[in-house]
């Protein structure tokens, strides 16, 4: 047996007539847990969307003063205010599903006794805290 | 009273039909039925066209998942009850071919299983005359839960990435793989890593958590994986930090 996985998994030599059933594009609609992932997948796109923001920012910085000064004038508008307030809930939506599944992946033992995993959430939380605590004093100092 | 309880049974003859069918079949209902006895009850009374796999019906075995009303479950651990007043629609067992009526083709899987490597691989074997390997139970309990697995193929019922992409390893494979990696007396870790940390091993993985959540085993396959993925990670990093060291 070679060590790969089956390039083609569709095909096996000599098989009958099989029924495949087809994956509708929507197979994701009837099960709320399916809405759930999809719309946690989803919601990347907003903190995409923050990243090129800071991107742009950075390169207003760099064409200068005036050009600093057109990207804040920008920033002014309803169009990018609103569009920062439902990047905000989506990126919100996004950090608490996966901070509420760290667990999954982090397990982690203290001696013998393995760590709660309400308490690997909460440290996620905590760390949030600090480190935007952090950045705010930072910016407003 | 409810004394009948109708299924809609998923049909499929190869040599006759060109697409599947859903055939109806009135069965007694009794408390103390699980959907398995009604299956039974039609193979041995009504018709016995009906084909299915079946073995233990004490959930040990493993053979005799299916889709009960959408959801993967094993049919002899499925009380009708549950499904009162009816109808049950029973299906093979999605994102697996179908070979005839509720039997599946698991070759893929079976394939999968195999290049996990489920078993416990030594550099060299002690002799027989230094005993047994000896294990804690802090060591057992690493990897026990694993261990439950029964091979249902439950899981891959309801992975949406194995419907959409079926070359992904899928979740009993991998956390079969876990369940010797995380096993004190195994030295495999470094042979299943090529085949885990491929694209189509844990990478392939988006955690929709569905397989942890039908499991019947509770061996939660979902968390085995992101385990993994956080030693793959790991190892990625050791490879690049210290190449010397033996990945």
Not at chain 2, 20 to 30: H, I, S, T
Request: net charge positive; proline share 7%.
């Amino acid at each position: 047996m070679e060590e790969t996985v089956n390039r083609n998994p569709l095909y096996t030599k000599y098989h009958p007539k099989w029924y495949r059933a087809r994956i509708p594009i929507f197979w994701w609609v009837h099960k709320v847990p399916h809405i759930r992932f999809i719309a946690r997948e989803l919601t990347s796109v907003a903190v995409a969307l923050y990243a090129c923001i800071l991107l742009f920012q950075i390169s207003a910085v760099a064409d200068g003063p005036e050009a600093y000064l057109r990207f804040l004038a920008w920033l002014k508008t309803p169009f990018s205010v609103l569009l920062h307030a439902v990047a905000f809930l989506f990126v919100l939506f996004h950090s608490i599903t996966w901070f509420n599944l760290a667990p999954k992946a982090l397990v982690v033992s203290l001696g013998n006794k393995p760590v709660p995993p309400a308490a690997i959430v909460a440290l996620n939380y905590a760390a949030w805290v600090i480190l935007s605590l952090g950045i705010s004093w930072i910016l407003l100092k | 009273m409810t004394t009948t309880v109708r299924l809609e049974v998923f049909r499929y003859r190869p040599e006759e039909d060109a697409e599947p069918l859903y055939q109806n079949y009135e069965v007694p209902f009794r408390k103390d039925w699980v959907i398995l006895d009604a299956l039974n009850y039609i193979k041995d009374n009504v018709d016995g066209t009906l084909s299915y796999r079946w073995s233990c019906r004490m959930g040990v075995c493993g053979s005799c998942g299916m889709m009960v009303n959408g959801k993967p479950v094993l049919t002899c651990a499925t009380f009708l009850e549950k499904f009162l007043p009816g109808p049950i629609r029973v299906e093979p067992l999605a994102n697996f071919p179908v070979v005839r009526d509720l039997v599946i083709e698991m070759n893929d899987f079976m394939r999968k299983l195999q290049i996990i490597k489920p078993w416990i691989i030594r550099e060299q074997e002690k002799p027989l005359a230094e005993g047994e390997y000896l294990q804690t139970p802090a060591q057992l309990a690493e990897y026990k839960q694993y261990s439950m697995c029964i091979n249902c193929m439950i899981c891959y019922a309801a992975c949406p990435v194995y419907g959409l992409e079926p070359t992904f390893i899928g979740p009993a494979a991998i956390a079969l793989a876990q369940r010797y990696n995380l096993d004190s007396r195994d030295q495999g870790k470094t042979e299943r890593h090529r085949v885990l940390s491929q694209e189509e091993g844990i990478w392939a993985c988006t955690l929709v958590e569905e397989c942890s959540a039908v499991c019947p085993k509770d061996v939660d396959p979902a968390g085995a994986i992101q385990r993994y993925k956080v030693t793959g990670a790991t190892e990625w990093w050791k490879s690049i930090l210290m190449p010397w060291s033996n990945r």
